[in-house]
C-alpha cells in the first residue's frame, strides 16, 4: 500500500504519481493569503500558478441591489489560514457540517460542490440558504462571492453549472431552481421571466426561477451537454422534471414510489441516470424516454460518474467498499447493459467490517478516481483515496496515494474535479475544519 502523509501533514499535489505534502500549519498566518511550500513551487512551474487554501468567515454585511431587491450577491472576507475560529465570526461551512452530515435533515447524496466545465469558478453550497462562489481566474479570489435570495432560495441541496452559457449556475432549492449569472444585470434566459435583479456592481445576478409547483427540495439537478435541458428531481417526490430552459416549459417523469436523490447525464446526452432513495436507480434513453430499473444490494448510490465516452457508468453505494460499473453492450438508445463489480481491496482492509465508501468522483479524463469512506484508524480516518483508473481492455483501478487535509481531524465534507485541465486534474474539497482546497494531479506534464 502506498504511504500516508503523516497527521503532522497535509497533502499539496500529485507530481506524475508522487504525492507531494507540506507541514501542518500550527499558528495562524497574516491576513493576505496561505503560505506557499516548496511542493506549490513544483506545480506552479507546470501551472503558473498556486491555488490558495481559504477559510471562510462572515466579514461582510450582504449587498442589496439598486431597486430594493432581496437578492444578495455579497462578497466576502476570507480569514487567513491558521487557527481556531471564535465569537461571531463562525467558520460558514463548518456551522453547516451537523446538519449536513445528518441524514434527517438533508439526503444520504448531497450535489454540493461544482466546478465550471471550462472556467477554474468552483461553486460550494454553505449553507441551507447560501452558495459560495470562488473565482481562481480573479486576483481577488480570496473574496468569494456569496450568493443567497431572501424569499426565492431556501433549502438549498443541489448546484450545477450550465455548459456551453458562459458562468450560468443553477441552483436547487425548495420550491424550484434559481439561475445566477456573472454577467452584471443580465436580461432574463427566457421571454416573460421577471426576477429580482442585484446591482450590476456585485458582478452575480439572478435571472431566472424554474418555478416546481410544489413546495418539496429539488435535492437533484443535471443539465445536458448541449445546456438547453436541465433535469431537476427532489427526494422527496418519484416525480421528476425536465425543463427546456429557454421555453420556461417542463415535462414530469415518474418512474416507481421513491423521491430521487441524484441525477447525471451522459457526456453525449443519450442517457440519463436517475437515483432514488430506497437504493433503486434508473436508466433513462433520452430519444423516446423509457427506462430500465436497477436495484443494488450494496445500498443507496452515493456517488455515480460516467466515462469520458459515455459508454459506461461507475457508482459508489452507502453500504459496500466495492463500486459498481455498469457498461451499455448497444448503441443509443439500447438499454442492455452489464453489471461489473470494481473491488477496492484497499478501502476494504482500511475499512474493517462495516465500513463503506462515502463518497466518489472521476475526473474527466477517466484516470483518477477521488474516494473518501467510512471507518478507519487514527492513521486512515478523514483521508481521500486516490486512484489511477483504466478502462481498457476492461476497468481497473490501482491505489496512488492519499489526501490528507489541513487541520487535526480534518475530514471531507465534499469534492468533485476540474475536467478540462491539460496537464492533468483538479480535486476540489471543502474540509470539515472549514477550508476550501485545490489539489493539482498532474500526470500529463513530461517532467
Not at 50 to 65: R, S
Amino acid at each position: 500500500m502506498p504511504s500516508v502523509p503523516s497527521i503532522a501533514e497535509e497533502t499539496v499535489c500529485e507530481i506524475n504519481r508522487d504525492f507531494l505534502t507540506r507541514a501542518q500549519q500550527q499558528q495562524p498566518q497574516q491576513q493576505g493569503g496561505d503560505v506557499s511550500s516548496k511542493a506549490h513551487e513544483q506545480y506552479n512551474k507546470v501551472l503558473n500558478r498556486v491555488f490558495p487554501k481559504l477559510l471562510f468567515k462572515v466579514g461582510t454585511i450582504p449587498i442589496a441591489d439598486d431597486n430594493g431587491s432581496n437578492g444578495i450577491a455579497a462578497q466576502m472576507d476570507i480569514s487567513a489560514p491558521g487557527g481556531s475560529l471564535e465569537g461571531e465570526e463562525e467558520d460558514l461551512v463548518r456551522a453547516t457540517a451537523a446538519a449536513r452530515d445528518s441524514s434527517s435533515a438533508r439526503p444520504k447524496f448531497l450535489q454540493s460542490m461544482a466546478w465550471h466545465k471550462h472556467k477554474l469558478l468552483l461553486a460550494f453550497v454553505a449553507n441551507p440558504a447560501h452558495v459560495l462562489v470562488v473565482d481562481y481566474d480573479d486576483a481577488d479570489a480570496k473574496n468569494p462571492f456569496l450568493l443567497g435570495h431572501e424569499t426565492q432560495q431556501r433549502g438549498v441541496e443541489a448546484i450545477e453549472w450550465r455548459p456551453n452559457s458562459g458562468s450560468i449556475l443553477a441552483v436547487g432549492c425548495r420550491g424550484g431552481v434559481c439561475l445566477w449569472t456573472a454577467s452584471g444585470a443580465t436580461p432574463p434566459l427566457r421571454t416573460g421571466a421577471v426576477v429580482p435583479l442585484v446591482s450590476a456592481a456585485t458582478k452575480w445576478s439572478l435571472v431566472d426561477f424554474l418555478r416546481w409547483g410544489i413546495d418539496m427540495p429539488v435535492s437533484a439537478l443535471s443539465w445536458s451537454p448541449c445546456g438547453r435541458l436541465l433535469a431537476c428531481g427532489s427526494s422527496e417526490t418519484p416525480t421528476f422534471a425536465v425543463w427546456d430552459v429557454s421555453l420556461g416549459e417542463s415535462t414530469p417523469l415518474r418512474r416507481g414510489m421513491a423521491g430521487v436523490q441524484f441525477m447525471k447525464w451522459s457526456p453525449l446526452g443519450d442517457y440519463l441516470l436517475t437515483a432514488k432513495v430506497d437504493a433503486s436507480f434508473h436508466l433513462w434513453e433520452t430519444m423516446t424516454w423509457t427506462s430500465e430499473p436497477w436495484a443494488s444490494a450494496g445500498g443507496a448510490l452515493v456517488g455515480a460518474a460516467w466515462s469520458p465516452d459515455g459508454r459506461m457508468i461507475m457508482g459508489a453505494f452507502d453500504q459496500s467498499s466495492t463500486l459498481g460499473t455498469l457498461h451499455f453492450a448497444g448503441k443509443p438508445p439500447s438499454l442492455e447493459v452489464h453489471l461489473l463489480p470494481l473491488g477496492l481491496s484497499e478501502i476494504e482492509a482500511i475499512c474493517g467490517p462495516g465500513g463503506s465508501i462515502e463518497r466518489m468522483a472521476w475526473d474527466g479524463t477517466g484516470e483518477r478516481l477521488a474516494v473518501s469512506y467510512t471507518g478507519g484508524d487514527a492513521v486512515y480516518s478523514g483521508l481521500i483515496a486516490i486512484y489511477d483508473t483504466r478502462r481498457t481492455p476492461i476497468i481497473s483501478a490501482s491505489l496512488l496515494g492519499f489526501v490528507r487535509g489541513p487541520g487535526a481531524g480534518a475530514k471531507p465534507l465534499a469534492f468533485a474535479f476540474h475536467d478540462k485541465l491539460r496537464q492533468g486534474a483538479l480535486l476540489g474539497v471543502c474540509w470539515s475544519t472549514g477550508f476550501i482546497c485545490v489539489y493539482p494531479m498532474l500526470f500529463r506534464t513530461g517532467m
